[in-house]
């Protein structure tokens, strides 16, 4: 079974950054790595993806609010994905799930796509 371990969390203040790591014990190319945030009493929602689109790997995808201030990447020799976090908001505050798909067969926000899940951790933003 394959395993996700998320680490980077913590308490920032607005303005500032952050770097979460999500280490996959199993990614091949073909594969999408995803990173979603539940807010206490709101549901799962999509941040940023990166993975194959079907003629290249490596293609990235975000959630307007996290478009310009977020950047995912991947390292494929350490089976690693990073989401760098600048310009932290309160509204970011959630923790922060990232998630692995075999081949993503429709959008990549959809939480359907993924078949394997880390723990979470915990990014919380004061104003």
């Known amino acids: 079974q394959v395993q996700l371990v998320e680490s980077g969390g913590g308490l920032v203040q607005a303005g500032a950054s952050l770097r979460l790591t999500c280490v996959v014990s199993e990614l091949s190319f073909t594969n999408t790595v995803a990173w979603f945030r539940q807010a206490p009493g709101k549901e799962r929602e999509f941040v940023a993806s990166?993975?194959?689109?079907?003629?290249?790997?490596?293609?990235?995808n975000y959630e307007d609010p996290v478009k310009g201030r977020f950047a995912v990447s991947r390292d494929n020799a350490k089976n690693t994905v990073y989401l760098q976090m600048n310009s932290l908001k309160p509204e970011d505050t959630a923790v922060y799930y990232c998630?692995?798909?075999?081949?993503?067969?429709?959008?990549?926000?959809?939480?359907?796509?993924?078949?394997?899940w880390g723990q979470g951790t915990q990014v919380t933003v004061s104003s």
């Open positions: 990166i993975g194959w689109n079907g003629w290249m790997q490596g293609a990235t």
């Open positions: 998630a692995r798909a075999r081949v993503v067969r429709g959008r990549v926000s959809d939480r359907g796509q993924y078949d394997s």
